[in-house]
C-alpha cells in the first residue's frame, strides 16, 4: 500500500510534468522569436534606431510592467496567470504573422508586438517561478533538481535550438517563425492545464503599489536575499561587459564568418544544458555565496582564454561560461525560492528579474565603451580582473544558504 509521503511524491512529479512540458515549448519558441524579430525588423527598415527599439522593446514592458505583474502573481492563481498570459501571446503573435501574410506588417507594429510578448512573459515568469516550490515542495535537493531540468530545458531551447529554426523559417518565409511561436504558446497553455492550481496566501485587498514596495522592502532587508541578487546582478554585469562585442572580437580577430560565430555561440548553450545537471549536485555540497565566487571566478579566467586568440580555445571558453551561468542560475534560483515566503516569491522574482535585466543593460553599454577607447581585446582583459575581484568579495565568507 502506497504511503502518504508516496502519494505526494507522484503527485509532485505528475505537478512537475506539465510545467517542464510547457517550458520546453514556450523557452524554444522565445527562441526562435528572438532571432526572428531583429531579421523582420531590419527588413522593414534601415533605421538603427528602429532596428534598436525592437530589441529594447522587450526590456522595456519589464521596467514599467515587471513589479506590478510580480505583486499581482502573488494574488491571483499561478496557473491561470500563466495560461492567460500564454493565450494572450498566442493571439498577439498570431496578429503578427496574419499582418505579415497579408503585407500590412509595420516596424512600429512590431515594437508593439516585441512589448506585448514581453509584458505576458513579466507575468509568466514568476508566476512559473512560483510554481516550482509549489510543485515539488520546499526540500533543497527536490528544488534543485527541478530547476536544474527548467534551466537545461531553457538554455537548449532559447539559446540551441530555437535562433537556428527561426532564422531558417524567415529565411523561407517571413510569417512563419511568429505562426509557430503563437503555436508554441497554445500548446503551452494547453499543457499547463495539467498543473496544479496555486495561489497564494496573499490579501488581495492589497492596493499594488503598497504591495510592491512590501516585495521590494522584503528583498532589501532580507541580507541572504540581498546577497543573491547582489550575486547575480554582478555576474550578469561582468558577463555582458565581455559578450557585448564579441561578435566584433570573432569577425576581426578570431575570423569566423556568421556559420562560425553561430557555431561559437552555440557552445556556450550546450555548456549550459551540462551545467543543468551539475547545478543540483554542486548546490548540495556548496553554500550559494561560494557558488557565485566560483563562477564569478571561472566566468572571468573563460573570458581570459578568449585572449589566445584561437577559435577552438573560444568554444572551450564559452562552454565554460555556459556550465557556470546554467550552475548559478541553478543554486541561486533554488535558494531564493527556499528563502522566500509563497506569498512574496512573485514580487521577488519580478525583483530580482530587473535588476539583472538593469545590471546586463549597463554592463554592455559598459563593455561597449571600453572597447571603443581601447581595442576589442580590452573588454576581455577588464572582465577577468572585474570578475576576479568581485569573486573575492562573494568568497571572504560563505552563506548558509
Known amino acids: 500500500m502506497a504511503t502518504g509521503t508516496d502519494e505526494r511524491q507522484t503527485v509532485r512529479k505528475r505537478g512537475l510534468a506539465p510545467l517542464l512540458a510547457s517550458t520546453g515549448v514556450t523557452v524554444t519558441g522565445d527562441g526562435i522569436f528572438a532571432a ?41 492563481h499561478r496557473r491561470a496567470v500563466m495560461i492567460t498570459a500564454d493565450l494572450a501571446r498566442f493571439v498577439v503573435l498570431g496578429v503578427l504573422a496574419l499582418l505579415l501574410v497579408t503585407g500590412h506588417a509595420t516596424v512600429g507594429l512590431l515594437i508593439v508586438a516585441v512589448f506585448l510578448v514581453g509584458v ?26 527541478a530547476n536544474g531540468k527548467v534551466w537545461a530545458l531553457d538554455t537548449f531551447g532559447r539559446s540551441l535550438a530555437g535562433p537556428p529554426i527561426g ?11 511568429f505562426g509557430l511561436d503563437a503555436v508554441s504558446f497554445l500548446v503551452s497553455a494547453v499543457l499547463l492545464i495539467g498543473l496544479p492550481a496555486g495561489r497564494a496566501k496573499s490579501a488581495a485587498t492589497e492596493p499594488i503599489l503598497p504591495a510592491v514596495r512590501n516585495g521590494v522592502r522584503y528583498l532589501v532587508r532580507s541580507a541572504e536575499l540581498r546577497t543573491l541578487s547582489l550575486g547575480m546582478a554582478a555576474y550578469n554585469f561582468g558577463y555582458n561587459v565581455a559578450f557585448a562585442t564579441l561578435v566584433l572580437f570573432a569577425e576581426d580577430i578570431l575570423h569566423l564568418g556568421n556559420i562560425g ?11 549550459g544544458i551540462v551545467g543543468g545537471w551539475l547545478g543540483p549536485r554542486v ?27 584561437n577559435p577552438w580555445v573560444a568554444g572551450v571558453a564559452l562552454a565554460v561560461v555556459g ?23 512573485g ?35 577588464v572582465a577577468p580582473i572585474l570578475l576576479a575581484v568581485l569573486s573575492v568579495v562573494f568568497g571572504l565568507r560563505s552563506s548558509t544558504t
Open 347 to 381: 514580487r521577488v522574482t519580478a525583483a530580482t528579474r530587473l535588476l539583472g535585466i538593469g545590471s546586463a543593460g549597463i554592463g554592455a553599454m559598459v563593455g561597449g565603451a571600453i572597447a571603443h577607447a581601447g581595442t576589442l581585446h580590452t573588454p576581455l582583459i
Open 36 to 76: 526572428a524579430a531583429p531579421l523582420l525588423a531590419a527588413s522593414l527598415t534601415r533605421n538603427p534606431v528602429a532596428v534598436s527599439a525592437v530589441s529594447a522593446a522587450g526590456y522595456a514592458a519589464w521596467f514599467l510592467v515587471g513589479l506590478p505583474a510580480g505583486a499581482l502573481v502573488d494574488r491571483w
Open 283 to 309: 548546490g548540495q555540497r556548496m553554500s550559494a555565496r561560494r557558488v557565485y565566487a566560483v563562477a564569478l571566478l571561472a566566468q572571468g579566467g573563460a573570458w581570459a582564454l578568449m585572449l589566445f586568440g
Open 167 to 177: 532564422a531558417a523559417l524567415f529565411a523561407a518565409v517571413a510569417a512563419l517563425p
Open 261 to 271: 560565430y553561430g557555431a561559437l555561440v552555440a557552445t556556450a548553450a550546450v555548456g
Open 120 to 145: 505576458g512573459a513579466c507575468f509568466f515568469e514568476p508566476a512559473a517561478q512560483a510554481a516550482v516550490p509549489a510543485v515539488v515542495g520546499r526540500d533543497k535537493s527536490a528544488l534543485s533538481r
Open 323 to 345: 556550465i557556470a551561468s546554467t550552475t548559478v542560475s541553478v543554486v541561486g534560483g533554488s535558494a531564493r525560492q527556499l528563502l522566500t515566503p509563497d506569498n512574496m516569491l
